[in-house]
């Protein structure tokens, strides 16, 4: 489309709805990422509540557990066992004592699953374990043992736990040096820390699926009391000891109030940031409508009113920087314009050597000036008067003189004129005319005279001429009332008469 | 106004008596004068040295009985007088280390700052104490 044919205000509007067209965009775009993040965030913050749980559940079984070797090792049928192990290679005290927490019930009762009680010698190396079911790998995990060896000094009386994955699930084993500050030897307790693991779900109150790492089901306390659509899954993986994944656990959060929280900040958000965009787009439309539109409209009035003729429009209302920049150069533009039409209509009027009203001006305000006079049937004077033998005055003192001469005659008829409405011209020539209206024959006779007299006094020479020694002039005047039969031709025609007479009389003289 | 003034007057004192039974227990000073602080593993260290130093147990005696440090002996601070110590430790080059509940007991810092008034010279004070050594997992008698 060409540019010619596209308007500002149809420019602005297309901007003002691309604009909300776009906010609306955002909005949807908004609304969808807000449902998402909360999700998300809620994932996160849910995963860490998790995490924290089960490194606290794992931070209580290791008390635990190394409770439960502590008071075992510190009984005194533990250290005769080890001893005579130690001793004479007697494996079957040690056995029995090892047995005895899972005869007697030692372990309290739902707080740990005991696996197994396996004793080592100072080197690490195994002296016996109980003979339960569970079927372990012999010797120490493979964790535990890289961490135990590269313990030297103090450290290696300090107990040492850690999470390893056995050959049926993920066990948790705590390693206790034996013999007290001098170590004889070394008590682990294994225990099936899956057992501990469910109190996650009563810690984070939230229903939960425990899968071992080959991902079967441990533990499930998860309902279908809920359809899925409103359960959030969170997966956390806790990892053994050497950085494998351990457990998954899965808890399951009810969503139902955050959807309802989300639904609600996104109604909010929508609705609000609507209402702020239609806000927006309509102030921006009244903005423009009042400081772009309207001067524009105002503008082209102007300017068609200046092309009209009418100079003086002039713009000035409330519109914008760039408008106001361009109304000023408008306005001033007009107004150059009009001085300049001034100046020129002045000298299409004027005379340019004597500065007095030119034939054409004359002639025009001859013609208004009679209707007027028609109009109000006042009387109309025309003086008509010619310097004297001007021919022989410019032969004797040159056309420069000459110049001047009618310079001077100019100058007195101005002068001789007082009244605004009289206008003295240069008739042509020599010659100059004086239109008086609402002037009788008296009025008219009585301002020749005047200039005559100023003439005098003016003493202007004229060697050549044969009536004086002095520069001298014939007057001519008329009058009459405007009416049918006298109209301005004749009334030039009855001065120019007069003119001839005061010629022919011998000159310098006024004639009516 | 009288009636008032017994009110408030008790009302005061249960007032102070909760804030004092909630106020956390006061901090062991950092250090104590003359006696020398040691860490859990400088405990181990000592002890198992060919001359280990008299261990002294500032706990309660039931807290003593549940566990404590190899080789120490009970000795409450309320309980500590000169002639008890000098027959635990005739010779004051003797070195002693006095141990409690933790940072926030202030019994052992007080026996060792007493002992150090005693005249002994090699006095180690385990700030610590029986938190630190069962937070370290380090071995316990019983």
């Known amino acids: 489309m060409p540019i010619e044919r596209i308007s500002l205000r149809a420019l602005a509007v297309g901007v003002v709805l691309a604009l909300g067209l776009l906010s609306g965009l955002l909005l949807g775009f ?34 635990r557990v190394f409770g439960l070797g502590t008071s075992l090792q510190a009984r005194d049928e533990f250290r005769v066992a080890l001893d005579r192990k130690l001793a004479d290679g007697e494996g079957a005290p040690l056995q029995a004592v090892l047995r005895d927490p899972f005869v007697h019930g030692f372990v309290d009762a739902g707080q740990l699953d005991l696996v197994k009680l396996r004793v080592y010698d100072a080197a690490l190396a195994p002296l016996g374990e109980n003979d339960s079911k569970a079927r372990l790998p012999s010797g120490l995990p493979p964790v535990l043992q890289t961490q135990a060896a590269a313990r030297t000094g103090v450290e290696r009386l300090k107990a040492l736990g850690a999470l390893w994955l056995g050959p049926t699930g993920p066990l948790y084993s705590v390693l206790l040096p034996v013999g007290g500050l001098r170590v004889r030897g070394y008590l682990e307790v294994v225990v099936d820390p899956s057992f501990n693991l469910t109190a996650v779900a009563r810690m984070t109150r939230m229903p939960m699926t425990l899968l071992g790492a080959d991902g079967r089901v441990l533990h499930s306390s998860a309902s279908p009391e809920k359809p899925e659509a409103e359960m959030l899954a969170v997966d956390y993986v806790l990892p053994a000891a050497d950085g494998q994944p351990a457990f998954h656990l899965i808890c399951l959060d009810d969503v139902t109030q955050l959807r309802d929280d989300v639904r609600h900040t996104t109604f909010i958000l929508l609705a609000g940031t ?45 519109m914008l920087k760039e408008f106001r920049v361009l109304a000023e150069s408008f306005n001033l533009m007009a107004r150059q314009l009009a001085g300049k039409i001034e100046e020129l209509r002045l000298l299409s009027c004027t005379d340019g050597l004597t500065a007095l009203s030119n034939r054409h001006h004359f002639d025009l305000a001859l013609v208004l000036e009679w209707s007027r006079a028609r109009r109000t049937q006042n009387l109309l004077s025309l003086i008509i008067l010619d310097v004297d033998h001007f021919k022989l005055y410019n032969d004797h003192y040159g056309h420069p003189a000459g110049d001047t001469c009618l310079k001077v005659v100019g100058q007195l008829l101005n002068r001789a004129v007082r009244r605004p409405t009289d206008i003295a011209a240069r008739y042509g020539g020599e010659e100059f005319a004086i239109l008086l209206p609402d002037t009788d024959s008296a009025g008219a006779r009585c301002i020749a005279e005047a200039f005559m007299s100023d003439l005098a006094k003016a003493r202007l020479p004229h060697a050549a001429s044969p009536t004086s020694q002095r520069v001298t002039v014939s007057i001519g005047i008329a009058s009459c009332r405007a009416a049918d039969d006298c109209d301005a031709d004749k009334l030039l025609a009855a001065a120019d008469d007069a003119l001839y007479r005061a010629k022919h009389a011998g000159r310098n003289r006024i004639e009516s | 106004m009288m009636l008032r003034a017994l009110l408030v007057v008790p009302a005061c004192v249960l007032a102070f008596a909760t804030f004092a039974a909630h106020a956390e227990k006061p901090l062991a000073p950092p250090t104590v004068a003359g006696a020398m602080l ?50 635990l430790a005739a010779a004051p080059e ?21 002992a150090v008034a005693w005249g002994y010279r090699k006095v180690y004070w385990f700030r610590g104490g029986w938190q630190e050594w069962t937070d370290k997992h380090l071995p316990v008698a019983h």
Request: with cysteine; hydrophobic share 45%; net charge neutral.
């Open chain 2, 94 to 114: 003797r070195a002693l280390l006095f141990y409690c509940n933790g940072e926030r007991c202030l019994r052992s810092s007080n026996s060792a700052r007493q």
């Open chain 2, 38 to 87: 040691v860490s859990a593993e400088q405990v181990v260290e000592l002890i198992t040295a060919p001359l280990p130093p008299v261990l002294l147990d500032s706990r309660r005696r039931e807290e003593f009985d549940k566990g404590h440090l190899e080789g120490a002996v009970h000795m409450h601070d309320t309980e500590l007088t000169r002639e008890k110590l000098a027959r």
């Open chain 1, 274 to 318: 609507g209402l702020l965009v239609c806000v927006f787009l309509l102030f921006a439309i009244a903005f423009f409508n009042r400081f772009l539109f309207g001067p524009v409209r105002g503008l082209q009035a102007d300017m068609e009113r200046c092309a009209g003729g009418d100079l003086s429009a002039t713009i000035d209302r409330p």
């Open chain 1, 30 to 63: 908004a609304a969808l990422t807000v449902k998402s993040a909360a999700f998300e965030s809620q994932k996160k913050s849910l995963a860490r509540v998790i995490e924290v749980a089960s490194v606290e559940v794992i931070r209580q079984l290791d008390q």
